[in-house]
């Protein structure tokens, strides 16, 4: 499966973001998804994972309560609604997936797709 992140952009402290990963290939429900981020000068951090059929979810505590992992399966896309944004969520974000089971570990996931940029103002 391929993957490519979309969505991110510049907005304000307490704004909105929708962040989509489009799927390409015909495995991508076989596949569980996580969303992840990457801020200058640090490491990759797991924010959300959602398994094959969409019915489970985790969070990081981070992400808990302001955050939201959805897919859909018939179109292959995986998305992160992100509410009540703050400066320190600006980074560089990115989607993964990890066959069958997800977990809260990033070197579990592979293949990731290309990153999306989002940067919150104050």
């Known amino acids: 499966v391929q993957l490519q992140a979309s969505g991110g952009g510049l907005v304000q402290a307490g704004g909105s973001l929708r962040l989509s990963c489009a799927a390409s290939g015909r495995t991508f429900s076989a596949y569980a998804m996580g969303w992840f981020r990457q801020a200058p000068g640090k490491e990759h951090e797991f924010l959300a994972g959602i398994s094959t059929s969409g019915g489970t979810s985790a969070y990081a505590e981070s992400a808990k309560g302001r955050f939201t992992i959805s897919r859909n399966n018939a179109n292959n896309m995986v998305y992160l609604q992100m509410n009540s944004l703050k400066p320190e969520d600006t980074a560089v974000y990115y989607c993964?997936?990890?066959?069958?089971?997800?977990?809260?570990?990033?070197?579990?996931?592979?293949?990731w797709g290309r990153g999306t940029l989002v940067t919150v103002s104050s």
């Open positions: 993964a997936a990890k066959y069958r089971y997800y977990t809260t570990n990033v070197a579990d996931f592979d293949p």
